[in-house]
Each structure stands twice: as structure tokens, then as C-alpha cells.
């Protein structure tokens, strides 16, 4: 069974500061997909990552996906209070194509 | 464009009262459709997919089921309500293939009381 583990769980963390998410899945997987989530909203997706090596950036966000190491991070650079939000990362299947798993999703705060 | 519709968009039901949430997709065609539930606070939870008119696989047991009617329209149902079913209900729809990300509606907010 596909399982997926992010850490850390909550996060607060001034502005201006570095800091990376972690997430880890349990079976062979080559893709690999990034939400946001404000409070009380849906759920935005951020990145979309689909092969070993991938690296893909936003602003202050970048994504990198290590197939062999089954570990995606999440690198927050010189953190705002705008990006105080609920970050998920979701694993797809390779057994079933229509498989996509979560992570429990990480809380970030923010602080001035 | 692709568009999703989800509603209602709260919902505050008594237990035991029966339940349908309906979800629909705009601008695309044969799409793989999604229900998740998210506890306060927590992960989301998948509960059914469906790849196409009746298809519906259940991931886990419970005292929901779901129906595709039609191609774009994906309905989460419930007979009798229970408090345990209090929760964010989201529904996200797929393009068929391996690499396509899942897009999500604006989610349903359901107390059980």
C-alpha cells in the first residue's frame, strides 16, 4: 500500500527565514504533485513533478522530487507571512493510475 | 477552460438524515473524479474514484457510497448520517494518464449534529 509521510507536521517559522518540508512515500512512484491549502479553502496545486531530479520553482518556493531516495522537499526561501498556509504533498500510484495518496500536510506559520 | 462545481458549500445535517453532495466538471470530457474527506486539522482521506459512467471504486468501508450518472457528474450519497461523518468533503477531478495533476473543487462543509 501506497503510504505518505510528511515532516514536519507544524512549522512556525520567522520571516526572512529558510526552512524545508519533507515527503516521504513508501513505494516506487515517479510522480509526485504539491498543494497549497488556505484555511477553510480548497486545495491549490503548486507543483507537478514527474521525473528523478525534477526541480521546479516558484517565488519563494522550490520543489525537487528524488525517486530513488522516495523523498520530495519543499524549500521555503526567506519565508513572508503570505505563505502561512497548510502545504500537502500527494504521491501517484504506479501500480494503479488513478491512485493519488496525500500526506498529512504541513501547517505553516509564518511570523512577522 | 476546466472548471469544477461543488455544492453545497456547508451543510449542517441532524444523525441519521441522509446525505447528497454533488459535483461537477466543465470542459473536459471522460475525466477520472475523486472524493476525499478531510477531518479538522488533518490529511485527506480517499474515499471513492471513479474512472468513468458507473464505475466507482471504494477505498474504504463506511456508510458512504457514490454514483456517476453521467460523464462530468459525480454525487457522494449517505442513507443515514453519522457524527464521525463530520468533515471537509472535497471533490477533484483528473485527466485520464499517469502524469496529469488532480484539480479541486471548493469543498463541501459538513456537520453532523
Known amino acids: 500500500e501506497l503510504k505518505v509521510e510528511q515532516n514536519p507536521l507544524f512549522l512556525s517559522m520567522q520571516e526572512g527565514k529558510n526552512y524545508t518540508i519533507y515527503c516521504n512515500y513508501s513505494?516506487?512512484?515517479?510522480?509526485l504533485y504539491w498543494y497549497r491549502q488556505d484555511p477553510g479553502k480548497s486545495l491549490e496545486s503548486l507543483f507537478v513533478?514527474?521525473?528523478?531530479?525534477a526541480v521546479k520553482q516558484e517565488g519563494r518556493l522550490m520543489a525537487s522530487l528524488d525517486t530513488k531516495a522516495r523523498l520530495s522537499t519543499l524549500h521555503i526561501t526567506a519565508a513572508v507571512h503570505d505563505l502561512s498556509a497548510t502545504y500537502f504533498c500527494?504521491?501517484?500510484?504506479?501500480?494503479?493510475?488513478?491512485?493519488?495518496?496525500f500526506g498529512a500536510g504541513t501547517r505553516l506559520t509564518v511570523k512577522p | 477552460s476546466q472548471t469544477i462545481h461543488q455544492w453545497p458549500a456547508t451543510l449542517v445535517q441532524p444523525v441519521g438524515s441522509p446525505l447528497s453532495l454533488e459535483c461537477t466538471v466543465e470542459g473536459t470530457s471522460n475525466p477520472n473524479l475523486y472524493w476525499y474527506r478531510q477531518a479538522a486539522g488533518r490529511g485527506l482521506q480517499l474515499l471513492f474514484y471513479?474512472?468513468?459512467?458507473?464505475?466507482i471504486s471504494s477505498e474504504v468501508p463506511q456508510n458512504l457510497s457514490a454514483s456517476r450518472p453521467q460523464d462530468r457528474q459525480f454525487i457522494l450519497s449517505s442513507k443515514k448520517l453519522l457524527l464521525s461523518d463530520s468533515g471537509f468533503y472535497l471533490c477533484?477531478?483528473?485527466?485520464?494518464?499517469?502524469?496529469?495533476?488532480?484539480?479541486f473543487g471548493q469543498g463541501t462543509r459538513l456537520t453532523v449534529v
Open positions: 500527494a504521491v501517484g500510484s504506479i501500480y494503479n493510475n488513478n491512485d493519488m495518496r
Open positions: 513533478l514527474l521525473s528523478n531530479g
Open positions: 477533484a477531478w483528473r485527466a485520464q494518464g499517469r502524469d496529469t495533476e488532480a484539480f
Open positions: 513505494t516506487t512512484s515517479d510522480r
Open positions: 471513479s474512472v468513468g459512467i458507473g464505475q
